[in-house]
């Protein structure tokens, strides 16, 4: 049997598979990849850029040398068009050259707050210098502050001080100023006070929120989701720190690339509601331990090996354009505090936007992602683990898989009686794979149908389960012609599940054995992340990832770090709450606990026909 040609596509997340040596673009057009492509694969457009991660030596031709720069070339970008596909390969596919947009949640459940700005305008007229009254610029722009509003100001950024001269003098001594505590961070000709923006940003290690806040009312004017371009450095957390820690100059890379994209994706945001970047008076991020690292360029070394120890456990306010981020030239970067090495502040940020400290009874607050984090409260308060649930439901790792974009399958119901399945795919497109969401179902509905048994093993001797290529069993999900076209769920994917759902029901159960309590004691689960708010509550209890629990008691709120993202940028006193909270969540090391083994292998194991729902 001749070997396949294998091609790893990201930021998708797709593997396809081609039996002969095949034109770039005919490759991944055929394999329903949204790639742009306008001169029709001449290579006279440049737009199907892709970039060849795995390969040294890639061969480049004249039109690929006349379309792309050398740096894009020495990088290792090329023309799909332009390239013949003929060994296994890892690209990377820039967001400009794909066709569509992935699904990405952004934004989440919201309970409303007293809005307490961390940044405000104040419209001054100054007096005009002269001989006579010869104050310096600044002092002269303090004693207006202090006198028209009495807000006492200490210090100026020194860029903004730069432009200070300038703004008064071209718009006849009238200004605003912009003030963050007792900082003048930025200045204005004229009133400007009706315009004050700020950005929060959830910074996951697959997708990155983003969202264009009105820091005076705490309205989301606008928001957008990109995918992390990290992604091409390493799909999971420790991937992207080994890459970090391997050269000298591979961390600066990899912050550059995630600064880069976002800088992009705040021009592109400015620009559709008409706001001038430099509007842009503060920003918070949040993010797992590693991802905030890497933001700022921090050394990850200490991260990687146990006991991964994080730099600083305090919230820490950043110039942007230390970091390189485009916006206001005096604003900040607020981070909120990390909690443990693998439980970072994009976890503080949901317990914070899901008020869970102040809620009644035994809650369970999960965020489902690359990484999960797990937080328990009871009465004696909140403790947390992080479990490293793997890429397998974003699709990383499953035969057919994909991110969540056109075309994937994301529901899968199997009829009773022809045991055959319905599907549905994302904007109702020709299914090209299937994303997280579609996989649960699938595995869910083949344990009701008792097409795998407990342990996941499929029913060899049933009609409805044939072989793949390789001889692996498989349950068909579409098969448009034999042999082509298909997609399957097969038995290594759903040991891929297995693993990443008993890696969080593993840290359910020890975080319930911690606090010496059953899971019949718990009142609510709260489920936040992207994955978390496409995913059947039903499906979850019936692969076993969660005991039996009501339905009703269930919560799916969205991305909720990017709320508490958002809380912290539009109110100080949210800022003092959640570096209190931060100080009262205990970290529990999974891997440490006597029972972990025990505990894991357990959770491995799929529920009886009698307990499925």
């Known amino acids: 049997m001749d070997k396949k040609i294998k091609i790893d596509v990201e930021p998708i997340g797709k593997r396809i598979y081609i039996k002969k040596p095949t034109n770039g673009l005919n490759a991944l057009v055929d394999a329903g990849i949204g790639i742009k492509t306008v001169c029709g694969g001449e290579g006279t457009c440049g737009k199907c850029r892709i970039m060849i991660l795995n390969q040294k030596d890639i061969p480049v031709n004249e039109q690929e040398k006349n379309m792309l720069t050398e740096d894009e070339i020495n990088k290792g970008v090329r023309l799909a068009c332009q390239q013949v596909f003929d060994k296994d390969l890892d690209i ?22 007293e809005i307490d700005p961390i940044c405000n305008k104040y419209h001054l007229k100054l007096e005009k210098a002269t001989l006579e009254d010869t104050t310096p610029d600044f002092d002269r722009v303090k004693n207006a502050l202090k006198k028209d509003y009495s807000v006492d100001v200490e ?43 700020g950005i929060a940003i959830d910074l996951g290690t697959t997708k990155i929120a983003i969202l264009l806040v009105d820091l005076k009312t705490g309205k989301t004017i606008d928001s957008k989701g990109i995918m992390n371009p990290q992604i091409s450095y390493g799909e999971d957390v420790m991937s992207r720190l080994n890459f970090a820690i391997s050269e000298e100059k591979n961390l600066e890379k990899i912050q550059k690339v995630v600064i880069d994209n976002i800088n992009e994706a705040l021009k592109k945001l400015c620009k559709k509601n008409k706001i001038d970047c430099k509007e842009l008076l503060e920003m918070t991020v949040v993010g797992n331990t590693a991802m905030h690292h ?51 502040s994009d976890h503080l940020a949901m317990l914070l936007a899901t008020d869970i400290e102040s809620q009644e009874g035994n809650i369970i607050g999960i965020d489902i992602g690359t990484n999960t984090e797990i937080g328990l409260k009871t009465k004696d308060g909140i403790t947390s683990v992080s479990t490293a649930s793997g890429p397998a439901f974003e699709g990383a790792h499953i035969n057919y898989g994909m991110r969540a974009a056109p075309g994937a399958i994301e529901r899968v119901v199997i009829e009773p009686e022809s045991y055959k399945p319905i599907i549905q795919t994302i904007g109702d497109k020709k299914p090209v794979g299937i994303c997280g969401s579609g996989i649960l179902d699938s595995i869910a509905e083949l344990r009701k149908a008792e097409l795998i048994n407990t342990r996941g093993k499929f029913d060899k001797e049933s009609k409805f389960i044939t072989k793949d290529s390789q001889g692996n069993s498989q ?21 891929e599940i297995q693993l990443a759902k008993g890696a969080m029901r593993t840290g359910i159960d020890i975080l319930m054995d911690n606090a010496g309590i059953t899971f019949d004691k718990i009142d609510k689960i709260i489920i936040a992340g992207a994955f978390g708010s496409y995913i059947d509550p039903k499906n979850v209890i019936n692969i076993g990832m969660f005991p039996s629990f009501p339905i009703n008691k269930i919560y799916q709120v969205g991305n909720a770090a990017g709320v508490g993202s958002k809380r912290v940028l539009i109110s100080k006193k949210q800022r003092i709450n959640a570096e209190k909270l931060a100080k009262k969540v205990d970290y529990l090391e999974l891997t440490t606990h006597p029972k972990f083994s025990d505990f894991f292998v357990n959770s491995m194991q799929f529920p009886e026909p009698e307990r499925i729902i």
């Open 155 to 197: 210090t100026i950024d020194y860029n903004v001080l730069k432009l200070l001269p300038k703004a008064i003098r071209d718009n006849k001594w009238e200004i605003t100023a912009t003030v963050r505590d007792k900082e003048i961070v930025y200045v204005e000709g004229g009133d400007k006070t009706g315009g004050n923006y």
């Open 92 to 113: 990377y596919i820039p967001a400009a050259s794909l066709s569509e947009e992935q699904k990405l949640q952004v934004v989440g459940e919201e309970r409303e707050i």
């Open 475 to 495: 349950y068909l999900l579409y098969n448009k012609d034999e042999n082509e076209d298909l997609i399957s769920i097969n038995q290594k994917d759903i040991v």
């Open 294 to 344: 890497l933001f700022l360029g921090l050394p990850v070394r200490q991260l990687s090996f146990s006991p991964f120890i994080a730099l600083s456990g305090q919230s820490l306010s950043i110039k942007a354009r230390e970091v390189g981020i485009n916006i206001s030239p005096g604003a900040y970067i607020y981070m909120l505090p990390s909690i443990a090495g693998y439980v970072g």
